[in-house]
């Protein structure tokens, strides 16, 4: 069953914008993932947050967490063309530890 | 390190025919895992294994069969392809169940 769900599924933005998505989940988690994927490519780890923690920061990266209302944002200041990709959110449920894949938001930056 | 490396990168198949899908990591990991990823569908959890010698079935394990030899190894063997297969494979490792996962490039399978 699907956990995390991306929000919007496809956004484009002007070069040097601030990119945001959403992403909501149903039940308690240990900690949520953020991944980029180029296209053509496998994904690679952005951020980590833990389910104790509100905001993350890793340079032009900004994750905040609300377990009260069971969503996360994923913020990219100043965008670039190289920030066109796809984004996924991943949940790691609390209890029995799996991780669930959301089905990405495709940000593309117009340049 | 090299990470996690994948071969092949493509592959096309005729439906019933068998294939390995070979995943390898050097980064000590303990747990492994496979997913497959169709438009639309994000990623899917087809096998995982927690350390050598053990593995589990993740959401789409039918069709598919593992083994874990050793730490760095982790094949991903289709026994008889069907067209339902035809996805982009990727394998992934982590020091554990919960952590940052680490992604190979993918394998492209297409079974006609």
């Known amino acids: 069953s699907q956990q995390g769900e991306e929000d919007p599924q496809a956004l484009s933005i002007q070069e040097g914008e601030n990119a945001t998505m959403n992403c909501s989940y149903k039940?308690?988690?240990?900690?949520l993932q953020w991944y980029r994927q180029n296209s053509g490519r496998g994904l690679v780890h952005l951020i980590l947050?833990?389910?104790?923690?509100r905001e993350k920061h890793s340079g032009r990266l900004r994750v905040t967490l609300d377990t009260s209302k069971k969503s996360s944002s994923l913020l990219i200041t100043a965008s670039r063309a190289a920030d066109t990709a796809s984004y996924f959110c991943a949940t790691v449920s609390a209890g029995d530890d799996k991780i669930i894949f959301g089905k990405g938001t495709r940000l593309h930056i117009l340049p | 390190n090299a990470g996690v490396t994948q071969t092949p990168k493509f592959q096309v198949l005729k439906t019933g025919q068998s294939m390995t899908l070979q995943c390898a990591q050097d980064m000590n990991h303990e747990y492994m895992s496979w997913y497959r990823q169709d438009p639309g569908m994000g990623l899917r959890l087809i096998h995982y294994s927690v350390g050598a010698g053990i593995t589990d079935q993740g959401e789409v394990p039918n069709g598919y069969n593992v083994s874990r030899s050793t730490t760095e190894d982790f094949p991903l063997r289709l026994l008889s392809a069907a067209p339902s297969q035809t996805s982009v494979y990727f394998c992934?490792?982590?020091?554990?169940?919960?952590?940052?996962?680490?992604f190979g490039p993918g394998t492209r399978l297409t079974v006609l």
């Open positions: 039940t308690s988690i240990n900690n």
């Open positions: 947050i833990r389910s104790n923690e």
């Open positions: 992934a490792s982590s020091t554990g169940r919960t952590d940052t996962q680490y």
